[in-house]
């Protein structure tokens, strides 16, 4: 395939899989590739993929897919490691330049007939409630008023909530989850207290929580989360992932 000026295709060295990236635009980095393979893990420890019955694909969104890597990487390790099971991948993503990029990668990839990527406004009725067994998600870091903002650049809105709020982007999750259905999401340490009342207020209850550190002896700057529209108080903590020791929570 060949790229837009500008344009270069990086190797997520697993399994051949390649994506677009673009020098202005947001760059996928750690936490994309973390939030994939913790979402893998926990689907394919939870069971879920056993109760999943009928024609119906197990049907999973990706919220802020920015350059598409969550889904790309997850449909990639779900097609290895459950290859028995019908999974259909979505992302959405305001921007329509990073989505169309996207859109390419899936191509480059060709996982069309498993990932779509989607253009649009998550918080409008673009699918319907209740409509997908898992949600991902790597919301904005910097919340509303803090940090330094000089324009609201692709990559400012990425990292900024310029566009949409972590307890907005959680709400509208905890509506298109299935009774049941899986949550997942990664963000910075200062985030977590927010995120865990945003969860909770949503109706997806908090299920496990691990902090992430880049070495032993520093303070972990990450953390990853699961919930479950619907699901009991029983908040488990787990050990810290070490970055040190790669992203590949299933081996770990």
Do not use: W
């Amino acid at each position: 395939m060949d790229v837009m000026p500008g344009e270069q295709i990086d190797d997520l060295q697993y399994n051949g899989l390649q994506i677009i990236q673009k020098k202005g635009l947001f760059r996928y980095g750690t936490d994309g590739v973390l939030l994939a393979n913790y979402a893998a893990c926990g689907l394919l420890e939870s069971g879920i993929f056993r109760k999943h019955k009928g024609e119906t694909p197990f049907r999973i969104l990706d919220i802020g897919t920015g350059c598409g890597i969550v889904p790309i990487l997850l449909e990639g390790k779900l097609r290895v490691k459950a290859p028995e099971t019908r999974v259909q991948l979505f992302g959405i993503e305001i921007q329509e330049e990073v989505a169309q990029m996207a859109r390419r990668s899936v191509a480059l990839n060709h996982q069309d007939a498993h990932v779509q990527i989607d253009i649009g406004d998550v918080r409008e009725a673009f699918y319907p409630n209740a409509s997908f067994d898992a949600i991902t998600m790597n919301p904005p870091y910097v919340r509303t008023g803090s940090g330094l903002l000089s324009d609201a650049t692709p990559v400012a809105k990425a990292c900024h909530e310029i566009v949409c709020t972590q307890e907005t982007m959680i709400a509208r999750a905890a509506k298109l989850l299935k009774p049941g259905g899986l949550f997942y999401m990664i963000n910075k340490t200062d985030r977590l207290a927010d995120a865990l009342c945003a969860m909770r207020e949503s109706g997806v209850e908090p299920r496990e929580l691990r902090l992430v550190e880049g070495r032993p002896g520093l303070a972990p700057v990450l953390f990853v989360v699961s919930g479950v529209r619907g699901g009991g108080k029983n908040l488990r903590i787990l050990p810290n992932i070490n970055l040190e020791r790669g992203t590949d929570l299933c081996s770990m």
